[in-house]
């Protein structure tokens, strides 16, 4: 199966022009106007490349090529399109793409295949907007109902419901969007790795072997606004020192995790009064934990709760924490990793099996179908930047790969 590199160039460019800007990268967050007009896209290009298309009530968009055997389960391949702010045009958009230019050769291969394939274009997989990532994914495990679609609100308090019945989405039906195990027989993403080691070992494609999870956390101090220089240092109650020996904290237990693969961030933090000569008096930020272990992942909360409670103690601080997602990571099946190598070995494809520190709509896709994941190689291991590249070669070579194991899970 040949896949045409400018082909893959196309798609790619033409999907950048849709919030990119020269030097600042592509801002799409999920249904901004650029989204609207890149899912358009999306479906004219399924369209043009032979495919029948349908869109869910969360926006998920189908590409189908009927397979012999109708009545089968189908296998299932593709990403997201939307973007982080200021990010590339490959997170989501190589696998995307990439799916589509699958579908499209063995359509016109005429390549037999008895169950349908099937080109995704997941929903909102970033969480910019909404604070939770995968949303289509997500409902399609069940895991974002009518509840939380109303419950989550953009920085404007406009809810996901509310944004979604204003575009015409029969929000009301997100039920339908579900799906139960044996729904679909196989699913395959392709995506960028979003890190180093594929390229500094050489190897043109990666074999995902497990996808760590997100856990995301608000967090609140509570201390005591101050005078800079009458409070003296035993006097205090500084909600930002407070923040800072957390911060510590949460890196040496994520350190010391038990766990094939752990990493925790504060990415956001806000400080009031924020003011130079002012002791902060209260401080809201954020925790993001991954690991490939759930288990790992509560040892971590557990020892980081004490470690709160002694900082409470020792600081006069109130500390307090609310959960806002807990996912589970997920194994790629065995056998699909092993088809992937397989195909990578025969064709002399240099390649690593590797684990997936970012997380991916596949998280969710394995909650009901055996899924695996191909990584493509991140040029200096940079994403969710301008700077994020990909070469087309290596996005058309895993689109090939992609091909045809496709073609092997749709004819089993
Ligand atoms: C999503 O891109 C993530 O892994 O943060
Ligand atoms: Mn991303
Ligand atoms: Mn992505
Ligand atoms: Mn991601």
Request: with cysteine; net charge negative.
């Amino acid at each position: 199966m040949k896949i045409a590199v400018d082909r893959v160039r196309e798609g790619l460019e033409d999907l950048a022009r849709f919030g990119g800007t020269p030097g600042e990268g592509v801002s799409r967050l999920v249904f901004s106007p650029a989204d609207l007009l890149g899912r358009a896209y999306v479906k004219e290009r399924m369209k043009g490349a032979g495919l029948n298309v349908s869109e869910d009530a969360i926006g998920n968009i189908f590409g189908t090529l009927p397979g012999t055997e109708p009545e089968l389960a189908p296998v299932w391949t593709g990403s997201h399109i939307d973007t982080v702010l200021r990010g590339g045009r490959f997170d989501g958009m190589a696998g995307t793409i990439g799916a589509i230019e699958a579908l499209r050769a063995i359509g016109e291969a005429g390549a037999p295949h008895r169950r349908t394939l099937t080109a995704v274009a997941y929903t909102g997989e970033e969480p910019s907007v909404f604070g939770i990532g995968c949303l289509g994914s997500r409902a399609m495990a069940g895991v974002l109902d009518l509840e939380t679609a109303k419950a989550v609100k953009n920085e404007a308090g406009k809810s996901l419901y509310d944004t979604l019945a204003e575009l015409g989405y029969d929000v009301d039906r997100l039920d339908a969007v579900r799906r139960k195990p044996g729904d679909v027989y196989a699913a395959i993403e392709m995506h960028i790795e979003q890190g180093p080691k594929l390229e500094r070992s050489g190897c043109r494609l990666g074999v995902v072997t497990d996808i760590s999870a997100p856990a995301y956390f608000n967090v609140w101090v509570e201390g005591l606004q101050s005078h800079a220089g009458g409070t003296s240092m035993a006097d205090r109650r500084d909600a930002f020192a407070a923040t800072a020996e957390i911060s510590m904290v949460l890196e040496r237990l994520v350190k010391e995790a038990k766990s094939v693969y752990a990493t925790g961030t504060i990415g956001r933090v806000d400080v009031t009064p924020n003011a130079l000569n002012v002791i902060p008096g209260r401080v809201h930020f954020t925790i993001d934990i991954r690991n490939t272990s759930d288990g790992s992942t509560g040892e971590i909360l557990a020892a980081l709760s004490e470690e709160m409670k002694r900082i409470e103690r020792e600081r006069g601080v109130k500390v307090r924490m609310q959960t806002i997602n807990r996912d589970l990571p997920v194994h790629c099946e065995d056998g699909m990793q092993d088809l992937l190598a397989g195909i990578c070995e025969r064709r002399g494809i240099p390649f690593k099996r590797l684990i997936s520190g970012a997380f991916h709509d596949s998280m969710f896709v394995g909650a009901f179908a055996p899924i695996s994941m191909l990584f493509l190689p991140s040029r200096d291991g940079v994403s969710h930047c301008p700077e994020e590249w990909t070469s087309y070669e290596d996005v058309a070579l895993g689109a090939e790969v992609l091909a045809e194991a496709l073609l092997v899970k749709a004819n089993e």
